[in-house]
């Protein structure tokens, strides 16, 4: 599988006092995705710059395609190939979508308008097609802006909150989109706040805090590592009464904290086979389990839960 993005060992410091980036090392695929994830100021927006050859790292290697983006002439090779959304950035109001649109097709050579008219009609800005962007709302310049960064089909996203601002609705096309990309082999790295683009999109995830990269893995695996006490769902196929469940359940063993509920028992405990042998108590009995699994946390409480730990 071909790298995309490798970064090596990077330090940045503002004004050579402030270290911001702290031996930082990350790779990114040909086809994957990754989601750059952190508290606000914990060094993603400067990580993505120094990335992109915006900032000079103080130490550290970078290549991206296997191209040096500090060297002014290998950065063009690399802009070539890629695009890059900016959190924030604004659009120019003064052009209309189409003026917007051709300023961007000139600039990556596109001549094909068969992807552009598939992005206009997915983000649904056909009928704003003639007018100024100055006009527009903050989803629809966000659309905007997605649009021109996907128009030359690049092998590399590189992006900074690109759900800002969007319904749940475009939310869930760009994500589709992005999908449809990714099986292409377009790679990508995202800075991101939203959980549900990270839970629907990305492979990975890359937290970062403090300037210092805290976790690296898949979003299981940090609701799994983040998970305070490990819970257990036994869900019944019907309703049984909490008293004859809790008669069942008498002298099982010694969980740290059973719940009881009319068709679900929540088993808390750090040794997995207390939890077997509630179930094969339940099932003993003749009870029919419709599903018997680990409780995981979900996104956001994971990453809460990790980040106070640290």
Do not use: W
């Given at each position: 599988m071909?790298?995309?993005?490798?970064?090596?060992?990077?330090?940045?410091?503002?004004?050579?006092?402030k270290l911001v980036l702290n031996n930082?090392?990350?790779?990114?695929?040909?086809?994957?995705?990754?989601?750059?994830?952190?508290?606000?100021?914990?060094?993603?927006?400067?990580?993505?710059?120094?990335?992109?050859?915006?900032?000079?790292?103080k130490n550290g290697n970078i290549q991206v395609f296997g191209y040096n983006p500090l060297n002014k002439?290998?950065?063009?090779?690399?802009?070539?190939?890629?695009?890059?959304?900016?959190?924030?950035?604004?659009?120019?109001?003064?052009?209309?979508?189409?003026?917007?649109?051709e300023l961007f097709k000139t600039l990556h050579e596109v001549e094909d308008n068969s992807t552009i008219e598939e992005l206009l009609d997915m983000f649904d800005l056909q009928d704003v097609f003639e007018k100024r962007l100055g006009t527009f709302s903050k989803g629809m310049k966000q659309k905007a802006k997605l649009l021109t960064i996907l128009i030359h089909?690049?092998?590399?996203?590189?992006?900074?909150?690109?759900?800002?601002g969007l319904d749940i609705a475009s939310k869930e096309e760009t994500i589709e989109y992005m999908?449809?990309?990714?099986?292409?082999?377009?790679?990508?790295?995202?800075?991101?706040?939203?959980?549900?683009?990270?839970?629907?999109?990305?492979?990975?995830?890359i937290m970062i805090n403090k300037g210092e990269i805290i976790f690296e893995g898949t979003t299981q695996q940090l609701q799994e590592v983040a998970q305070n006490e490990p819970?257990?769902?036994?869900?019944?196929?019907?309703?049984?009464?909490?008293?004859?469940?809790?008669?069942?359940l008498n002298n099982i063993g010694e969980p740290q904290k059973i719940i009881v509920e009319e068709n679900t028992i929540k088993i808390w405990t750090d040794d997995e086979n207390i939890a077997k042998n509630v179930y094969k108590k339940v099932v003993d009995e003749?009870?029919?389990?419709?599903?018997?699994d680990r409780y995981l946390p979900t996104f956001s409480q994971a990453y809460k839960n990790f980040l106070e730990g640290k």
């Open positions: 071909n790298k995309h993005i490798d970064a090596i060992n990077v330090d940045f410091t503002y004004d050579n006092k930082v090392s990350l790779s990114t695929y040909q086809g994957e995705s990754v989601g750059l994830v952190g508290p606000n100021g914990a060094g993603k927006t400067t990580l993505v710059r120094v990335l992109l050859g915006i900032l000079y790292p002439k290998e950065r063009e090779k690399i802009y070539g190939q890629m695009g890059y959304l900016p959190e924030g950035a604004d659009v120019y109001p003064q052009l209309t979508l189409k003026q917007y649109i089909s690049p092998k590399l996203l590189i992006m900074d909150e690109p759900t800002d999908r449809k990309l990714k099986k292409k082999g377009t790679s990508m790295l995202i800075a991101t706040h939203d959980p549900y683009l990270v839970e629907n999109l990305c492979d990975r995830i819970c257990y769902v036994i869900e019944l196929m019907e309703k049984v009464k909490k008293e004859k469940l809790e008669e069942i003749g009870l029919i389990v419709k599903n018997f």
